[in-house]
C-alpha cells in the first residue's frame, strides 16, 4: 500500500515569501502526483499535475517538482491569495490513501 | 466551459443510504472518469472511487467497498454515488469530480450529507 505525507503540516509565512512543501511517498509512484489548493468551504483546486506540469491558468509562481518518493511545491513569491490548505495525491494507485494529509499555509 | 453541478444537502438518518448527483456540461461525458472525494469538517481529503462512464467500470476504495456504488447516465452525462449504512462518521461534504489522465482537473461544488438521529 502507498502511503503519502506532507511537511509541514502547517506553514506561517508572510506576503513574498518563498515557500516549499514536500510531500513523500512510501514507495515510487513515479511522476504521478498532483498538488491541489483548497480554501475554505471550497472545493480543491488543481494546480499541478505529473509532478511537475502547471494546470492551465494557474499562476507561475506555483511549481513542482521531483520524482519516485519525494516530491515538492513551491510558491516562488507568496500572494494574499495563495494562503490556503495544499494537499498531494499519488495517482500511480488510487488506493487506499490517496491524498497527502495536507499543509495549512497561514500568515505568519 | 466544463461545469460539474451536485445536488443539494441531505439529511440522513443512521443506516439509511443517500444517493448524490453530478451532472456535468461542457465536455464529452464519455470521454473522462468521474472521481468521488469526500471531506470531513475539518479533516483532509478522502478518496472514495471512480467510473468510468463510458464502460462504466468501477473502483472503489476498500474501505467502502459494499457500502458505496458508483453510477452514471450517458443520456443525462450524470454521474451518481450511492452510500449505504450511513453512520455519524459518514457525516462530510461529498464531491464529485472529472478525472484527467489520474487528477481531477474540474469538481463539483460539493455535497454536505448529514447523518444523524
Known amino acids: 500500500d502507498i502511503q503519502m505525507t506532507q511537511s509541514p503540516s502547517t506553514l506561517s509565512a508572510s506576503v513574498g515569501d518563498r515557500v516549499i512543501i514536500t510531500c513523500r511517498a512510501s514507495q515510487s509512484i513515479s511522476s504521478w502526483l498532483a498538488w491541489y489548493q483548497q480554501k475554505p468551504g471550497k472545493a480543491p483546486k488543481l494546480l499541478i499535475y505529473r509532478a511537475s506540469t502547471l494546470e492551465s491558468g494557474v499562476p507561475s509562481r506555483f511549481s513542482g517538482s521531483g520524482s519516485g518518493t519525494e516530491f515538492t511545491l513551491t510558491i516562488s513569491s507568496l500572494q494574499p491569495d495563495d494562503f490556503a490548505t495544499y494537499y498531494c495525491?499519488?495517482?500511480?494507485?488510487?488506493?487506499?490513501?490517496?491524498f497527502g494529509p495536507g499543509t495549512k499555509v497561514d500568515v505568519k | 466551459q466544463v461545469q460539474l453541478v451536485q445536488s443539494g444537502a441531505e439529511v440522513k438518518k443512521p443506516g439509511a443510504s443517500v444517493k448524490v448527483s453530478c451532472k456535468t456540461s461542457?465536455?464529452?461525458?464519455?470521454?473522462?472518469?468521474i472521481n468521488w472525494v469526500r471531506q470531513a469538517a475539518g479533516q483532509g481529503l478522502e478518496w472514495m472511487g471512480w467510473v468510468n462512464p463510458n464502460s462504466s467500470n468501477t473502483g472503489y476504495a476498500q474501505k467502502f467497498q459494499g457500502r458505496v456504488t458508483l453510477t452514471r447516465s450517458t443520456s443525462s452525462s450524470t454521474a451518481y454515488m450511492e452510500l449505504s449504512g450511513l453512520t455519524s462518521e459518514d457525516t462530510a461534504v461529498y464531491y464529485c469530480g472529472r478525472g484527467r489522465a489520474g487528477a481531477t482537473d474540474h469538481w463539483g461544488q460539493g455535497t454536505l450529507v448529514t447523518v444523524s438521529s
Open positions: 461542457g465536455y464529452t461525458f464519455t470521454t473522462y472518469d
Open positions: 495525491q499519488q495517482y500511480k494507485s488510487y488506493f487506499p490513501e490517496a
